[in-house]
């Protein structure tokens, strides 16, 4: 008998699970998904997360009778949060399920290419669905103009239909065939299509819905078998402040509301009257200035437009059958593009938070959340636990019975959307970086006002928000704040007693372990080499492999903390295991050792997918078709000692015999079998 066949037959657990769980729905119908993205609208915008309450104050306040409707049918997330407060990041981070921490496009990247991975769009393809984005992209990636040489146009990352504007600087004008104050007219596209030309008198908003109104009847009538996923991103509030011709049409749904013709010159039936001219009787207040009667306009009009569509949903008889995200990219802008002097404070968008678009305090991370799909989603709830974007890819994977992506960040919501938990057990971490200040509005803490943003870092942990602003060095302290109990972040709880002491060293040791380098995006604590931990045990060499049944399209998330794998035993190295039947999920955990303090280069060699992470780190990416090459190399500054790591691979279902090899270079050696420990 060898040493490795007893080995495992001291560790085998035996089968524990004879099916695979994922495989398993947790509803008994995929249900269609709408996920409502609008552009720079402020946590304190809708009236039931703040306006109604400057109402009962007096105040100047703007209404949104069906958003406030929309959230009493379902839950609020009163703590969401984008990964970083402008939008290119905040898109992608959306899309692909990835924080700020690991994402390809960071900072003000406006345009950069959204990488050939797992996105929003592939899952849920893959899951059966129909997919279409209809509204603002602006990650077709830098080369090119036109849909066949846009390296990342939406109908090549997963996205079955596209209609909308491709670049970020053409949201900015929302009447797409007309000059308005300091923009042109802008391209936007149908499909492959060109048709601005074709869009005289139509604003953007009205469009899009009108667009989506249409995508659903007409998926309705020819596969209403068949789920959809509809990314609808306006580009409104977004300045510039351009307004709708007319008030929104009476009713909604298949008989009223704005409605898609597709005539050149009269391509929605809002396409007529005069062209940015009309402000909602509401607020046509002598007292209020133009810019922020033009503003509370167009959220108005947003609004008018999701009670449209859930309208919609309710004539065609699939509300009960559609789950609706509605949200923001980024806190409140203050900017009119050609409309005067704007600033967020007449309505004090960013409520009771301080911060705006391109802060990382609350006002410009945290943004309004609602969830709705009757009969599945309490009505009338709130949940205050942190979560943000990356954690909708894993949520949307587990309502369509599909894992999520190894190399995803996010967690699922579903355990906190379906009531059968409180606590969201994910991470919030966010990066960015502008070389510009805080606003100075009465309405901030003094200390926060003209502080400059510089590079910005923020983290939960132990549920205290870690905060840095304006970083020079790693050493630099982290502000920590109770933003459940105190929102405004008026009280800093760094050094407060020995507990917030503590804490400030596991943040600054976190923040390491969580985030790899971006040389697009360099910061501060890029040379910093990862914090080895302190086993709590005793180590002895060998790594542990959890085997699970899974037909999985990728190389699947499993937590092996909650998920039961059908075998686990102990290895001397990581290496392939012999086939087996049934697809068998491979995932390898234990500890590396680095000697000495330094540079470490991994290798690996594999013909199968390979997802690896050292702490939370993703050091591997090897499993998108689209990008992985099966081998590769890798690099990261360790700090001396122990080092938690995990990979999870997935056999071939094509006969081929599995290869997995892995191998280091460091201090010292060069090119030698990873060395490992359990």
Known sequence: MNKLFSIMLLVVFGILM??????????????????????????????????????????????????????????????????????????????????????????????????????????????????????????????????????AYPTKRGFDYFFGYVRHRDGHNHYPAHDVANRGPMELY????????????????????????????????????????????????????????????AGGGISGGVKYIGEKGNFINTAQGEVNSFIHPEYRNEEWPEVQQRFASMVRRIDNAVGDLIHLLQDLGIDEETLIVFTSDNGPHHESYGYGEYDPIFFESFANLDGTKRDTWEGGIRVPTLVRWPGKIKAGVKNDSPSGFHDWLPTFAEISGLPAPANTDGRSLWSILSGNANEHQGRVYIEYQVNNNTKS????????????????????????????????????????????????????????????????????????????????????????????????????????????????????FISTSLDSPYETLIVPKIKALPAEKGFPVLVYEGFIKAET?????????????????????????????????????????????????????????NGENPKLELKWTGPGFQNTDLVVYH
């Not at 290119?88 to 290419?113: C, I, M, W, Y």
């Not at 991994?602 to 939370?616: A, Q």
């Open 190 to 249: 149908d499909g492959d299509d060109e048709i601005s030309a074709s869009l005289a008198g139509s604003y953007t908003t009205d469009l899009f819905t009108a667009r989506a109104k249409k995508y659903i009847q007409d998926h309705k009538n020819g596969k209403p078998d068949q789920p959809f996923f509809m990314y609808l991103a306006y580009d409104t509030p977004h300045a510039g402040l351009e307004i709708p011709t007319m008030p929104y049409p």
């Open 18 to 151: 004879p099916e695979f769980a994922f495989g398993k729905r947790p509803v008994d119908k995929k249900p269609n998904i709408i996920f409502i993205l609008t552009d720079d609208l402020g946590y304190g915008d809708l009236g039931v997360l703040y306006q109604n309450q400057r109402k009962a104050e007096g105040k100047p306040y703007h209404s949104t009778p069906n958003l406030d409707k929309m959230a009493n049918e379902g839950m609020i997330l009163t703590r969401h949060y984008v990964p970083a407060p402008v939008c290119a990041p905040s898109r992608a981070t959306l899309l692909l399920g990835l924080h700020q921490g690991h994402a390809e496009v960071r900072n003000n990247q406006f345009d950069k290419a959204l990488p050939a991975n797992h996105n929003l769009a592939t899952v849920l393809k893959e899951a059966g669905y129909a997919t279409v984005l209809i509204g603002k992209y602006g990650l077709q990636g830098l080369e090119g103009a036109s849909p066949s040489t846009w390296d």
């Open 441 to 556: 509005y009465d309405a901030f803490h003094e200390a926060k006002r003209g502080k400059k943003r510089g590079e910005m870092q923020v983290l939960y942990l132990n549920g205290y928000k870690g905060i840095r602003y304006n970083i020079l060095s790693h050493q630099d302290d982290f502000s920590i704040f109770d933003t459940k109990n105190d929102p405004g972040e008026s009280r800093d709880l760094a050094g407060t007693n020995g507990e917030f002491v503590k804490l400030q060293q596991e943040m600054k040791n976190t923040v390491l372990r969580w985030r790899r380098p971006n040389t697009s995006a360099e910061r501060p604590y890029d040379n910093e080499s990862v914090p080895a931990i302190e086993p709590e045990r005793k180590l002895t060499k060998g790594i542990k492999v959890s085997k699970y049944q899974i037909d999985s399209p990728w190389v699947p």
């Open 597 to 653: 303090t330094g540079e470490y280069e991994i290798s690996f060699n594999t013909n199968s997918g390979l997802v690896m992470h050292i702490h939370e780190a993703l050091l591997i990416d090897d499993d998108k078709p689209t990008i992985a090459k099966g081998k590769g190399t890798s690099k990261v500054l360790l700090e001396k000692g122990f080092h938690p790591i995990k990979l999870v691979t997935k056999n071939s279902d």
